[in-house]
């Protein structure tokens, strides 16, 4: 199973974007859905996350401009980004955390899938 995320290029500041995740195969269960981000220089840093009891979570840094939102049963993800800025320049990545199977939800045992990055690249 693989994480396929699109939605990505280049946009003014103040404008908008919206990235989707999809899993390319049914998953047995999938605990959350999330996305990160990597700006040059920096490091990965957890921009959203929704679970599967329909909690979502967001960093400080984007509260109020990024809604995350989808169907993670699913797996599917969605990540409206409003208002944006050029700190939000960055790659996106989708991440999910998933049972693979019966098995390893019997087991309590996680498997992380990361999606390709999608550019986000926020410019005048």
């Known amino acids: 199973v693989q994480l396929q995320a699109s939605g990505g290029g280049l946009v003014q500041p103040g404008g908008s974007l919206r990235l989707s995740c999809a899993a390319s195969?049914?998953?047995?269960?999938?605990?959350?859905m999330s996305w990160y981000r990597q700006a040059p220089g920096k490091q990965r840093e957890l921009v959203a996350r929704?679970?599967?009891?329909?909690?979502?979570d967001s960093s400080d840094s984007v509260k109020g401009r990024f809604t995350i939102s989808g169907d993670i049963a699913s797996g599917m993800v969605f990540l409206q980004m409003d208002a944006l800025e050029p700190d939000d320049t960055a790659v996106y990545y989708c991440?999910?955390?998933?049972?693979?199977?019966?098995?390893?939800?019997?087991?309590?045992?996680?498997?992380?899938?990361w999606g390709h990055g999608t550019l986000v690249t926020v410019s005048s």
């Open positions: 929704t679970t599967s009891d329909g909690n979502t």
């Open positions: 991440h999910s955390q998933i049972y693979a199977s019966l098995y390893d939800y019997r087991k309590r045992r996680q498997k992380e899938l």
């Open positions: 195969a049914s998953i047995y269960r999938t605990v959350s």
